[in-house]
């Protein structure tokens, strides 16, 4: 029974879901019929729409053509405006407010711009033509501008001024001369390397950027030509009068020859000056302005440069190209060095400052005026060497003392190591090997030249012994300066000891000439037996001795021995010789004399006597002066 209600209830259940599925089909086909019913509604409804919409998407685009047409009616106007703005400000001209008028050139070519680009607009090209009508006039205001600016504030620049922007070990003396000299009262100058210099100010800062601002309108206008004639043409005759105003002149060979030595020497140092002062500050100047003026705009930077310096630079070296083609002489040779020091000094801004290919030739002059002064000095010192040894000159100095010559050619071998570093660097430009052993070498030469010369002038004196004394005062005077000089380190200790050894012989030869025949006089043959020797012979002895040591006094004492110390040996060496053969002769013969008649008339001299007439040997006494 259980099982009959079981299956009873399955079967319920089973009706139960198969009504409601049939129940569920009809619901989807109904929802079917009545879905399809809605779109066909939709169909009709889109098909009603549609001219609707197409008319909504006209209006729609119509008013954002409208809206196009608006902002670009508005920045047309703007353009028109901003180009009546800009041309009011050009018309009023650059002087009131340069800023101002720039920035209105700067608006009347962006206008330019704009309507070029919009050659559909029906009056562009009648603004494109007004506007560069307009942009012609302004350019040619700015150009006058640019000119009266630079005109206006481009001045020579007082000596004073320059000074003042030297270093204090640079600048000139109160004396108000500007060289350092040369020649034999040459004194050295400092270098300018290593210190500091204050660039002048050649044009106010303030009015760089305006000119600046000036050039470059110019340059996008295509005037370059016109901007470079007119920055040349200004800033090199202003570069021009302040070298002339400091002192600077354009000297030929000619010039230079027909000036007398002093002057020409004057001028010389002076110009060693002006090249320091126009190239580490007026020209440096001139290089920093133009840099800034031309900034951005290479090539014409340049070009103006060296045009502006090219004038100035060839005045500057003209005057060292006629000092070098001139005439060598002797005293030419310091100046020479000195222009030659102040154009290698000056070599690293040179470089620097005409590096640009425009300014080529002015670096090469100036390089090649430092190789023709080395060239010119290098000759000056074979023609010093062969004047020394060919100097003729008749000057005889009568008491033997140092010849001039002696003493101009020892003060120039000082001097010339004065200039130690540039001779080798000289030198070095023509023999890179040894530069140091070639001033060694001339340093020979010339000694072995003046010694040459002096061989022969002594040969004009006619006492063989005032012959000696010449060649010993000379050679000692040679000794004495090479030792306390820096020659003696390129000479060497064996030249300096060879000589000196040199003088002792001419000192020797001196004694043996002049008192060899006085010493002759004291000498009796017998040794201390005075047998055989005669009243008559001694006393002839006597007399001898009387007139030849009056007569060699008188003689000598004014002959001359500049040395003291040199004075004193060689009046030492005398007395050892003279006294001690002296006094044997007296201790020997004089109680001969003294007891004779009259012994007084031939024991004229005391040894006491002797040694004080010797110590008035070599004072340079004049003749008929008293004895003390």
Same mark, same amino acid.
């Given at each position: 029974m259980e099982i009959s209600q079981a299956m009873d209830a399955l079967r319920q259940r089973a009706t139960f879901v198969k009504e409601s599925l049939h129940k569920s089909q009809t619901i989807t086909d109904n929802m079917v019929s009545i879905l399809g019913s809605f779109d066909h509604r939709l169909s009709a409804l889109e098909t009603a729409m549609r001219p609707t919409q197409i008319k909504t998407h006209s209006i729609r685009s119509a008013h954002d053509n409208i809206d196009k047409t608006l902002k670009a009616a508005e920045g047309i106007l703007t353009q028109f405006d901003q180009t009546r703005m800009a041309e009011a400000k050009i018309l009023r001209g650059p002087h009131e407010d340069l800023e101002s008028y720039l920035g209105a050139v700067d608006q009347l070519r962006a206008n330019i711009r704009f309507f070029t680009s919009k050659k559909s607009f029906k009056c562009s090209e009648t603004v494109i033509n007004h506007a560069n009508s307009l942009l012609t006039k302004a350019i040619s205001k700015l150009e006058e501008e640019f000119k009266h600016l630079l005109t206006n504030y481009s001045k020579p620049v007082e000596p004073d001024r320059l000074f003042e922007c030297l270093p204090n070990s640079l600048r000139p003396s109160n004396s108000g001369k500007h060289g350092e000299g040369g020649g034999k009262n040459h004194s050295r100058k400092q270098s300018s390397e290593g210190v500091a210099f204050a660039l002048p100010t050649l044009i106010p800062p303030r009015v760089i950027p305006l000119l600046h601002d000036l050039a470059q309108q110019m340059v996008q206008a295509g005037h370059q030509q016109q901007l470079f004639r007119i920055y040349r043409d200004t800033r090199a005759t202003v570069l021009e009068q302040s070298l002339r105003k400091l002192g600077v002149e354009r000297l030929s060979k000619d010039d230079v020859q027909k000036m007398q030595w002093e002057v020409l020497e004057a001028k010389i140092g002076n110009w060693i000056h002006y090249m320091r002062i126009a190239i580490k500050l007026l020209i440096s100047g001139e290089k920093k302005i133009c840099d800034q003026i031309f900034d951005g705009v290479d090539s014409l930077k340049s070009q103006c440069f060296a045009e502006v310096t090219a004038g100035s630079v060839a005045m500057l070296l003209s005057f060292g190209e006629a000092i070098a083609k001139s005439k060598r002489s002797p005293e030419k040779l310091f100046v020479l060095l000195d222009m030659y020091?102040?154009?290698?000094?000056?070599? #690293?801004?040179?470089?620097?400052?005409?590096?640009?290919? +425009?300014?080529?030739?002015?670096?090469?002059?100036?390089?090649?005026?430092?190789?023709?002064?080395?060239?010119?000095?290098?000759?000056?010192?074979?023609?010093?060497?062969?004047?020394?040894?060919?100097?003729?000159?008749?000057?005889?100095?009568?008491?033997?003392? +140092?010849?001039? $010559?002696?003493?101009?050619?020892?003060?120039?071998?000082?001097?010339?190591?004065?200039?130690?570093?540039?001779?080798?660097? %000289?030198?070095?430009?023509?023999?890179?090997?040894?530069?140091?052993?070639? %001033?060694?070498?001339?340093?020979?030469?010339?000694?072995?030249?003046?010694?040459?010369? $002096?061989?022969?002038?002594?040969?004009?004196?006619?006492?063989?012994?005032?012959?000696? $004394?010449?060649?010993?005062?000379?050679?000692?005077?040679? +000794?004495?300066?090479?030792?306390?000089?820096?020659?003696?380190?390129?000479?060497?200790?064996?030249?300096?000891?060879?000589?000196?050894?040199?003088?002792?012989?001419?000192?020797?030869?001196?004694?043996?000439?002049?008192?060899?025949?006085?010493?002759?006089?004291?000498?009796?043959?017998?040794?201390?037996?005075?047998?055989?020797?005669?009243?008559?012979?001694?006393?002839?002895?006597?007399?001898?001795?009387?007139?030849?040591?009056?007569?060699?006094?008188?003689?000598?004492?004014?002959?001359? +021995? #500049?040395?003291?110390?040199?004075?004193?040996?060689?009046?030492?060496?005398?007395?050892?010789?003279?006294? #001690?053969?002296?006094?044997?002769?007296?201790?020997?013969?004089?109680?001969?004399?003294?007891?004779?008649?009259?012994?007084?008339?031939?024991?004229?001299?005391?040894?006491?006597?002797?040694?004080?007439? %010797?110590?008035?040997?070599?004072?340079?006494?004049?003749?008929?002066? #008293?004895?003390?």
């Open positions: 020091e102040i154009m290698r000094e000056l070599q #690293p801004e040179v470089e620097m400052l005409f590096e640009s290919k +425009v300014c080529t030739e002015m670096r090469e002059a100036a390089i090649n005026l430092s190789k023709r002064l080395a060239q010119t000095a290098l000759e000056t010192f074979v023609d010093f060497e062969e004047a020394v040894e060919k100097d003729a000159t008749k000057t005889t100095v009568m008491d033997g003392t +140092v010849h001039p $010559l002696t003493s101009y050619v020892i003060n120039y071998v000082k001097f010339l190591y004065d200039y130690q570093s540039t001779l080798k660097q %000289l030198f070095h430009e023509f023999d890179p090997n040894d530069p140091e052993g070639q %001033l060694a070498i001339i340093t020979t030469r010339i000694m072995q030249a003046l010694q040459s010369n $002096l061989d022969g002038k002594s040969k004009q004196y006619k006492d063989p012994a005032l012959t000696q $004394l010449f060649l010993m005062n000379n050679i000692h005077y040679i +000794v004495r300066s090479v030792r306390r000089s820096e020659a003696k380190d390129m000479l060497g200790d064996d030249w300096v000891q060879i000589h000196r050894r040199i003088v002792q012989q001419h000192a020797n030869q001196y004694k043996r000439i002049s008192w060899a025949k006085i010493l002759q006089c004291l000498t009796v043959p017998g040794g201390d037996n005075n047998s055989g020797v005669s009243r008559t012979m001694i006393k002839d002895r006597f007399k001898t001795f009387n007139d030849q040591i009056e007569e060699i006094h008188q003689r000598q004492s004014q002959w001359t +021995v #500049p040395d003291s110390e040199l004075r004193e040996s060689l009046r030492l060496a005398v007395a050892e010789v003279l006294l #001690p053969a002296y006094r044997s002769f007296l201790k020997r013969f004089g109680p001969v004399i003294e007891n004779g008649k009259n012994p007084y008339k031939y024991m004229v001299y005391s040894p006491e006597h002797l040694e004080q007439m %010797l110590g008035e040997f070599f004072e340079s006494k004049i003749w008929g002066e #008293p004895k003390r």
